[in-house]
């Protein structure tokens, strides 16, 4: 039988989910669904007698933060945070409804239920546990429930850290996703590895603009602005930065290396990658800067040969990679064509050996006594990116327990997005040591 912080779990998880929390990244479309969202989690905090600050920069986009004292005044904070705004859905492409929370053969479903209202839930059940049994964390534990992380947290970590650092006075760690589930280790897949991201990649954005001379269409041009850009995008794409080995890809590397008798050897790298099955794709993009173009316009009218025409691209840096990404976008792009940079978050890094990656293995083997917690380098980005800016070493790990065929990060932003219910109970106990010992 479940113990009630397991059920408890499932349940606020549930409720997370049918609060339609969708964010649009547009103001006209975003609705109160995040503030909504945080006013529950206050109520479910404040019942148990957990004091809050509710913050709501703009209408509808709140976030809630609180604070456990723990029982070491000398231990640095931990920050645990969980984003409230999911992505859109296209109904039509569920087969359950998105924000029903239905259980279905032991799967949970709902747009959430991995990005990232299950640990939302999750840590909302422990804290609440925490106080019905009088438990003190060893560390003070900052919660922050958050908005806006779905279009860059402008409105909910960025807001927060450039408008109220003091809530995270004395905060030296952080967790939250992207990490802590499962993925086969072996070839068997009887021994598992539990996924802690100690970094994330950097997120970028650019455009590349090819200049050439207007005309009409039925007049063909050798300076066409839309042909240029077109060749610049294709080179562009077909574009492979170099394999930058990381601590945190050497680790990784370490540990299937010695679990498979795979060497991640220069010539035979990406066939070693590619055998490690649906991880490899999640790995693959860690390995290595990538710029992907994902916009490409010109001119408004058909039968008009622009003068201009633009790319825009999606940038994902390696730590310490930035000028080499530029360098080598500019070299793919050539001589003839403007870049302009926008937005630049650069990555982020944290110990691969920190005391936290011990407290996190060692929750792990009290229910997985062969599962074993490897780091790795996050290809996305979290609100980690944020909080990095007030010296706060970002984690992710939210640990599920799956089976070795079902990959948890291919949930993400997905038609029937789903998470087995057994993984939530067992996400729920491995928190709550975590929390605790931590």
């Not at 948890?408 to 997005?417: G, L, N, P, R």
């Amino acid at each position: 039988m479940p113990s009630l912080l397991e059920t408890e779990a499932v349940e606020l998880i549930r409720e997370l989910i049918r609060i339609d929390s969708v964010n649009t990244g547009e103001s006209a479309t975003i609705g109160d669904g995040e503030t909504r969202a945080a006013r529950f989690v206050q109520e479910r905090l404040e019942e148990v007698g957990i004091a809050t600050t509710l913050v709501e920069p703009v209408p509808g986009r709140g976030s809630v933060v609180a604070r456990l004292k723990g029982s070491d005044p000398d231990a640095g904070a931990l920050l645990v945070h969980a984003h409230l705004d999911v992505v859109p859905v296209v109904e039509s492409d569920w087969t359950k409804p998105p924000f029903g929370a239905e259980i279905h053969d032991g799967f949970l479903y709902g747009r959430g239920a991995v990005d990232m209202k299950d640990y939302a839930g999750t840590v909302l059940a422990v804290v609440r546990h925490f106080v019905r049994e009088g438990i003190a964390p060893r560390r003070d534990i900052v919660l922050a429930f958050l908005a806006d992380e779905e279009a860059g947290g402008v409105w909910g970590a960025g807001w927060l850290v450039e408008n109220r650092p003091d809530l995270f006075e004395g905060v030296t760690e952080a967790l939250s996703e992207v990490g802590g589930f499962s993925v086969p280790l072996d070839v068997s897949g009887e021994r598992r590895a539990y996924l802690a991201a100690t970094g994330e990649k950097g997120v970028a954005w650019a455009t590349v603009t090819a200049h050439g001379h207007a005309a009409h269409g039925s007049r063909p041009t050798d300076d066409n602005a839309v042909v240029r850009i077109a060749r610049a995008v294709e080179r562009l794409g077909g574009h492979r930065f170099p394999v930058v080995r990381t601590p945190a890809l050497d680790g990784f590397l370490s540990a299937f290396g010695d679990a498979r008798g795979l060497a991640f050897a220069e010539e035979s790298f990406d066939d070693d990658l590619a055998g490690l099955g649906f991880v490899s794709t999640l790995i693959g993009a860690s390995t290595r800067n990538t710029a992907t173009p994902t916009v490409i316009g010109g001119g408004g009218k058909t039968n008009i040969i622009p003068a201009k025409a633009f790319a825009r691209v999606d940038i994902r840096i390696l730590p310490g990679e930035d000028e080499a990404l530029k360098q080598g976008l500019r070299e793919a792009v050539g001589p003839d064509v403007e870049v302009k940079w926008g937005r630049w978050w650069p990555a982020t890094v944290a110990p691969v050996d920190a005391p936290l990656i011990e407290v996190l293995q060692r929750a792990i083997t009290v229910d997985d006594p062969d599962g074993t917690v490897v780091p790795y380098l996050l290809p996305a980005s979290t609100d980690n990116k944020h909080f990095a800016r007030l010296g706060i070493h970002g984690y992710g790990f939210v640990p599920l327990r799956v089976p070795a065929d079902f990959d948890v990060f291919a949930q993400f932003h997905a038609a029937d997005e789903r998470v087995p219910v057994d993984a939530l109970h067992f996400s729920a106990r491995v928190t709550e040591r975590i929390l605790r010992e931590a």
